[in-house]
């Protein structure tokens, strides 16, 4: 399995931005693709952004133009780069893994982080 420790969440003004890091840990990188989810409370979670193994980068519509994805596989992690937030972005976002390959509609990891809370006030 691969460990994820998210960090970066935090408190912000709607229109604010923050970056959420994730350091992974375990497997060899380019074997399997990381992104971001994010959970309201009591509701399925949502896939917002992927890099898969082999670099393509896909994002959720609800958040496209918004928020951006990147990896780097040298000191294995990725970010999720967030702009313009809305109070609608208040959840809690996981970073995950998925061994192989994947895109953002089909994102269905085999690892969890333990996730990182963004709250977005009016």
């Known amino acids: 399995p691969v460990q994820l420790a998210e960090s970066g969440g935090g408190s912000v003004q709607s229109g604010g931005s923050l970056r959420l890091s994730c350091a992974a840990s375990g497997g060899t990188p380019t074997d399997y693709s990381l992104g971001w989810f994010r959970q309201y409370p009591e509701k399925e979670r949502e896939a917002v952004a992927v890099?898969?193994?082999?670099?393509?980068?896909t994002v959720a519509d609800s958040v496209k133009g918004r928020f951006g994805i990147s990896r780097d596989n040298t000191q294995n992690r990725v970010y999720l780069q967030m702009n313009s937030l809305k109070p609608d972005d208040t959840a809690m976002y996981y970073c995950?893994?998925?061994?192989?390959?994947?895109?953002?509609?089909?994102?269905?990891?085999?690892?969890w982080g333990r996730g990182t809370q963004v709250t977005v006030s009016s």
């Open positions: 890099v898969a193994y082999g670099g393509e980068i």
């Open positions: 995950a893994a998925e061994w192989g390959w994947c895109d953002v509609t089909n994102f269905d990891p085999d690892d």
